[in-house]
């Protein structure tokens, strides 16, 4: 089993700054692929940002130029620095991760951490 715990979320003004990190642990043999999602009320969950193993990375058109997603390989980490915060950016925000057990490749998701833009 793989557990993926969120953390670095938090109530911002607009045009603040937030990082999230992503810790991932349990039974890993390599992470893939990772990304960052989020999902407001009412909506449906939508990438963030994305980021191969290799360090490729994919954002939605909503953050680009403001979010740069990140991951250090060794440390099963991943993590998401977010400036100029918007209020349309408030919403729970997870990782995800591909991971490969050595046997399979499966999805995980972390449980959330809430951002909140508002003055």
């Known amino acids: 089993q793989v557990q993926l715990v969120e953390s670095g979320g938090g109530l911002v003004q607009p045009g603040g700054s937030l990082r999230l990190s992503c810790a991932a642990s349990?039974?890993?043999?390599?992470?893939?692929?990772m990304g960052w999602y989020r999902q407001a009320p009412g909506k449906e969950r939508e990438l963030v940002a994305a980021?191969?193993?290799?360090?490729?990375?994919n954002y939605a058109d909503s953050v680009k130029g403001r979010f740069t997603i990140s991951r250090e390989n060794a440390k099963y980490m991943l993590y998401l620095q977010m400036n100029n915060l918007r209020p349309e950016d408030s919403a729970v925000y997870y990782c995800n991760a591909k991971v490969d057990s050595g046997r399979q490749i499966d999805d995980y998701w972390g449980q959330g951490t809430q951002v909140t833009v508002s003055s």
């Open positions: 349990g039974m890993i043999f390599r992470i893939d692929d």
């Open positions: 980021i191969s193993t290799r360090g490729r990375t």
